[in-house]
């Protein structure tokens, strides 16, 4: 079945890094990405990663992927209190399908 | 980068009456737009896919005569919630994606409040 977890929330401190983690059930995924939603706004998409790569670095962000274990982690460095907002790790199966959701990490950040 | 524009950002309206949410791909076509809804501390839950020029595919457990869903051209795609209850007060959000492209864009949703 399809399925995306995630941890609910994450605290941490201003400068230091943040890694969130989401497992996915299905091993046919394609793409998995990452996305941020802010307070009443939508969906802002941060870095997406191929399912036959195991990692992708945009500046601050780093994406790993171990599809062995189905599990996936986004690592933000010198996290910023502007970071704080809610991350989803999402999945798409096959081409033209939507995309499936985690329930979103709720990141903290406190100076 | 692509932008996805939803409109309105937030609407109020009287239980009974009707509901249209534009979702709009400003600078790229999209053959297929994606509905969701999201609940407070919940995931977003996929409403329909849309398909321009056919018939929307609906999620099951969602009514597709209270969800009209019409994509008239490959730059918009309307949601029309109708007969709105307040349980139907939630926050949705369209998804494009550019073809042949990996990559979904979101609108900024709007927050619909039935009184």
């Known amino acids: 079945g399809e399925d995306v977890e995630q941890s609910l929330f994450l605290s941490v401190r201003e400068g230091d890094s943040s890694v969130i983690n989401c497992t996915y059930t299905?091993?046919?995924?394609?793409?998995l990405y990452w996305y941020k939603q802010e307070p009443g706004a939508g969906l802002q998409l941060l870095t997406y990663?191929?399912?036959?790569?195991d990692m992708k670095q945009d500046q601050r962000l780093t994406v790993l992927l171990n599809k062995k274990d189905k599990h996936l982690s986004l690592r933000i460095a010198d996290t910023q209190t502007g970071d704080s907002a809610i991350y989803f790790c999402?999945?798409?199966?096959?081409?033209?399908?939507?995309?499936?959701f985690g329930k979103g990490t709720t990141l903290s950040v406190s100076s | 980068g692509a932008v996805v524009s939803q409109h309105p950002s937030r609407v109020i309206c009287k239980s009974g009456t009707s509901v249209k949410i534009e979702c709009r791909s400003l600078?790229?076509?999209?053959?297929?737009m994606f509905w969701y809804r999201q609940f407070p501390k919940k995931s977003l839950m996929l409403m329909a896919t849309?398909?321009?020029?056919?018939?929307?595919?609906?999620e099951q457990g969602v009514e597709k005569d209270k969800f009209l869903i019409n994509h008239a051209s490959l730059t918009l795609s309307t949601l029309t919630v109708t007969s709105a209850h307040p349980e139907d007060s939630s926050f949705y959000i369209c998804?494009?994606?550019?073809?042949?492209?990996?990559?979904?864009?979101f609108g900024q949703g709007t927050r619909l409040t039935v009184v």
């Open positions: 998804s494009a994606r550019l073809i042949s492209n990996t990559e979904a864009f």
């Open positions: 999402a999945e798409k199966l096959r081409a033209g399908t939507a995309l499936i």
């Open positions: 600078d790229f076509q999209a053959t297929t």
């Open positions: 990663i191929f399912s036959n790569m």
């Open positions: 849309s398909n321009e020029g056919s018939k929307a595919t609906y």
């Open positions: 299905d091993s046919s995924s394609t793409y």
